[in-house]
C-alpha cells in the first residue's frame, strides 16, 4: 500500500486537516524506499485528497491553476520579504511544472523528536509553512493560502530542492507522501541560494492537466506590477513560448498597462508609496476620457474583489481632496454642490495595494479587505499624493477635474430626465407646456406637431395651420442657442421641456413610443445659419435621447420656400436659387411686365397664407422624413462642432466652407 487514499483511515473527520501517526503503518508496498518507521499516514493529506475542492475551490482548470499559484505565491513571499528578486515558471511538455526561486530555501534543518526535517513539515504538514516563516507580509497564506503540502497532497509526484547552508537538498513525494528523507547531495554557493519545486499534478483527481498560458501569463504579470523589483519568467515548452515580467514603476505601470488603448486626460499617474505603522501602503491612479471606472485593490498581492477598508480609504480620500480643490482653485462655486464618489470615479484607472501583516479576509469569498486600521492610512497616503500633484500640476488638475464635472452634468441630466418621466406618468397629460397650441383632434394617428424656431414664426403658424389636427409649439432659438448647448444643459432647459411633454413619449430609457400624440413631428427652422444650427441640434437631441422618433420615422423637417416669385396675379414659389431662375425664365416668356421676387430670410416673412401654402398645407407642402443617417450626421457634426476639440471643427470648417457660405447667402 502506498497511497495515502489507500491508507485505513482511522480518524476520519474532515477537520481533521493535520498530520496524524497512525501507529499500525502499513509498509510501503512497490519499492518506495522507505520503512515502516518512517512512513507518516498523512490523515490531513488524505482529507485533502478526498476533499480536494475543499482547499482548492475546484477541480477543473481554475483548480489546477491554483496549484501553480501557491508555489509561486510561496516564492513572491520570499521577493516581498526583500530576499528573492527572481522567479522562473516552466511548464513542460508532459505538463509538469517547475518553479525555481532565489529566496533563502525552504529551512531543512531537523526536528529532533520527530524526525522530520522542516521541509518535510512544510510540505506534509497543512498550513505548516508560515510557522517557520514568522512574520513580514505574505501573499500565501492569504486568500487560498492552503500551503505547498496540498499541492503535494495532489501531485502525483513531486520533487523539492533546496540550495541553502552551503548545501544541495532534495526529496521526493508521490500523492504527498515522502519517499525517502531529505538528502544532501552537494554543495551550493550563496549565488545559487534557493528552492526548486518540481510537480506533477494528479490526472486522477483534476479534470484535465492542461495549463492555460494566457491564465498563467497574467497572474504572473500582476505579481511583477504589484512587486516592485521582482522578475518572473515563464516559459511554456509544450509551445515554446516565454514570457519575462518586471516593472520598473511597479502599480505605475500597472495603471499605464490599463490605460494603453485609452486617451488619458494628464500624462503623469498620480503616485504615492508609503510605510505607516507597519503597513505598506501603494496608490496609482490617472484619469482617462471616458465613462467607466477601472479600480482594483490589493492586499498582499490579492484581488480583493470586493474591495474593503483600503477601498473605502481611497474612494473618501480622493472625493474629499478634489471637493477641496475644486473649491480653493474656483472650479466649484460657493452655489454647486460637492461632487460625488460617483462623479470622480468617472474614468478613473487605479491600483491600491497594502501589504500588511496580519490581512483579514472577510465575506463569502473572502475577497474583502476587513482590517480597519488601514482605512485611515489608504486614505492619508492618497489625500497626501493628490494635493501634491494637484499643487505641482494645475492644468492636469484643470483637466482632471473638468472630467469630474463632466460626470456631474451627466448625472445631473440623467436625473432631471428620470424625474421628467416620472412627473409624465403621474400627470399624464395634465402638464402640457402653455406655450402649446394643441389641435382638437385627439386621435394622434392623425395629428401633427410643429415646432417652430422663434415665437413669431410661432405666431404665423398658429393663424396659418388647421387647428383641427395641427398643434404649435414655439420654440424659442435663442435660448437653443446659447453658448454651446450641452446634452444635459439642453434638459435642463425650459424649452426642451415643453416639447419632451408634449410628445408624451418620456426619454431615454423609459421612453414609450406608443404614448406619442402626434404621428408626425415637424421641424420648422429658418432657412439661414441658426435656423440650421437650430435643427442640428434638435435633430442630434432626437437621435440621442428618443432615436425610435427617427426610426419609427415620425419625424420631418418642413420645406419653407427661399423665395417668392410674382408676375401680375401670379405668385410661384422657389426653394432653391436654380428654381427660382426657371420661375423668373418662365413668367418671362408667358408675358411683359415686372417679375416681384422676395427672399424670405425667415418664417416670420410669410403672411399667415402663404406660411400654410408653401409649408403647411398637406396637399402642397414637401417635406423631408428624416432617417437615422441624418441624425447620425447630425451628431457627428454636433459633437465637430461643439465638442472641446478644436482641431477636428477647424478642419470641418475648412471642408465645409463652401456649404456653410451656401447657408449663410
Ligand atoms: C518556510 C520558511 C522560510 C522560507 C520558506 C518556507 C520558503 C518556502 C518556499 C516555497 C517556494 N519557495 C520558497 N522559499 C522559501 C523562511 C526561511 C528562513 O528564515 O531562512
Not at 521526493?172 to 506533477?200: D, M, W, Y
Not at 480643490?325 to 462655486?333: C, D, E, F, H
Request: net charge neutral; glycine share 10%; hydrophobic share 35%.
Amino acid at each position: 500500500m502506498s497511497t495515502a487514499d489507500e491508507m485505513p483511515n482511522g480518524r476520519g473527520g474532515e477537520g481533521a486537516a493535520r498530520l496524524q501517526v497512525v501507529k499500525q503503518a502499513p509498509k510501503a508496498g512497490r519499492g518506495g524506499g522507505y520503512t515502516a518507521e518512517n512512513i507518516q499516514v498523512l490523515e490531513g493529506l488524505e482529507a485533502v485528497r478526498r476533499r480536494p475542492s475543499m482547499y482548492i475551490g475546484t477541480t477543473d482548470t481554475r483548480g489546477l491553476h491554483h496549484l501553480v499559484y501557491e508555489v509561486v505565491d510561496n516564492s513572491v513571499d520570499e521577493a516581498l520579504a526583500g530576499h528573492c528578486d527572481w522567479i522562473v515558471a516552466t511548464i513542460h511538455a508532459d505538463n509538469r511544472v517547475t518553479v525555481i526561486d532565489n529566496g533563502r530555501g525552504i529551512p531543512v534543518d531537523m526536528h529532533k523528536g520527530t524526525g522530520k526535517s522542516a521541509l518535510e513539515t512544510v510540505l506534509t504538514v497543512l498550513h505548516a509553512g508560515g510557522k517557520f516563516g514568522g512574520g513580514g507580509y505574505k501573499v500565501s497564506g492569504g486568500l487560498h493560502g492552503v500551503g505547498v503540502s496540498v499541492v503535494n497532497a495532489l501531485s502525483e509526484h513531486l520533487v523539492a530542492e533546496v540550495r541553502r547552508d552551503g548545501g544541495r537538498y532534495v526529496q521526493e513525494f508521490r500523492k504527498g507522501i515522502p519517499q525517502a528523507k531529505l538528502r544532501r547531495f552537494g554543495t551550493s554557493e550563496p549565488s545559487e541560494r534557493g528552492t526548486t519545486i518540481s510537480f506533477l499534478a494528479d490526472a486522477t483527481i483534476f479534470d484535465s492537466l492542461d495549463f492555460d498560458f494566457t491564465t498563467l501569463a497574467q497572474r504572473f504579470r500582476e505579481m511583477c506590477y504589484l512587486t516592485k523589483g521582482l522578475r518572473i519568467r515563464f516559459v511554456d515548452e509544450r509551445t515554446d513560448r516565454e514570457y519575462s515580467f518586471y516593472f520598473e514603476g511597479g502599480i505605475v505601470s500597472f495603471v499605464r498597462h490599463l490605460n494603453k488603448n485609452r486617451q488619458v486626460v494628464h500624462a503623469k499617474p498620480v503616485y504615492a508609496e508609503r510605510q505607516l505603522n507597519g503597513v505598506n501602503v501603494e496608490v496609482a491612479f490617472q484619469y482617462f476620457d471616458g465613462q467607466t471606472e477601472s479600480a482594483y485593490f490589493f492586499a498582499n498581492n490579492i484581488n480583493t474583489i470586493d474591495g474593503g477598508t483600503h477601498q473605502t480609504g481611497f474612494r473618501t480620500a480622493l472625493t474629499r481632496t478634489l471637493n477641496e480643490y475644486s473649491r480653493k482653485a474656483g472650479i466649484l462655486k460657493d452655489a454647486d454642490p460637492n461632487l460625488t464618489g460617483e462623479d470622480v470615479r468617472e474614468g478613473l484607472t487605479a491600483i491600491i495595494s497594502v501589504k500588511l501583516p496580519e490581512p483579514q479576509f472577510e465575506g463569502q469569498t473572502k475577497t474583502r479587505l476587513g482590517n480597519a486600521e488601514v482605512t485611515p492610512l489608504v486614505a492619508q497616503v492618497t489625500a497626501e499624493a493628490l494635493n501634491q500633484y494637484l499643487e505641482e500640476n494645475p492644468s492636469d488638475a484643470r483637466r482632471m477635474l473638468e472630467q469630474c464635472l463632466r460626470a456631474a452634468r451627466a448625472r445631473e441630466a440623467a436625473r432631471k430626465a428620470k424625474e421628467l418621466v416620472i412627473r409624465k406618468s403621474a400627470l399624464d397629460g395634465m402638464t402640457l407646456p402653455g406655450k402649446l397650441a394643441d389641435c382638437s383632434e385627439k386621435n394622434p394617428e392623425l395629428c401633427e406637431l410643429y415646432l417652430v424656431e422663434g415665437d413669431s414664426a410661432g405666431g404665423s403658424a398658429k393663424q396659418a395651420r388647421d387647428r383641427r389636427f395641427q398643434a404649435i409649439l414655439p420654440l424659442r432659438g435663442k435660448i437653443l442657442n446659447v453658448e454651446r448647448a450641452r446634452m444635459d444643459r439642453m434638459l435642463g432647459n425650459e424649452e426642451i421641456r415643453a416639447m419632451i411633454t408634449a410628445l408624451g413619449i418620456g426619454i431615454g430609457d423609459g421612453l414609450d413610443i406608443t404614448k406619442l400624440r402626434y404621428n408626425r413631428v415637424l421641424l420648422m427652422t429658418d432657412a439661414d445659419v441658426d435656423g440650421s444650427h437650430i435643427r442640428t441640434l434638435l435633430l442630434t437631441f432626437f437621435f440621442r435621447n428618443m432615436p425610435q422618433l427617427i426610426t419609427e420615422g415620425h419625424l420631418f423637417i418642413a420645406q419653407p420656400p427661399l423665395f417668392r416669385v410674382q408676375s401680375g396675379r401670379e405668385i410661384q414659389y422657389a426653394y432653391s436659387d436654380h428654381e427660382r431662375d426657371v420661375l423668373v425664365a418662365e413668367f418671362g416668356k408667358k408675358r411683359k411686365g415686372e417679375i416681384g421676387i422676395q427672399r424670405y430670410k425667415g418664417l416670420g416673412e410669410m403672411n399667415p397664407e402663404q406660411l400654410w401654402d408653401t409649408t403647411m398645407n398637406p396637399a402642397t407642402r414637401t417635406i423631408l422624413r428624416t432617417d437615422l443617417q441624418d441624425a447620425v450626421v447630425a451628431d457627428e457634426v454636433f459633437d465637430t462642432l461643439m465638442g472641446d476639440q478644436v482641431a477636428p471643427r477647424k478642419k470641418f470648417i475648412q471642408t465645409h466652407a463652401r456649404s456653410v457660405r451656401n447657408l449663410d447667402v
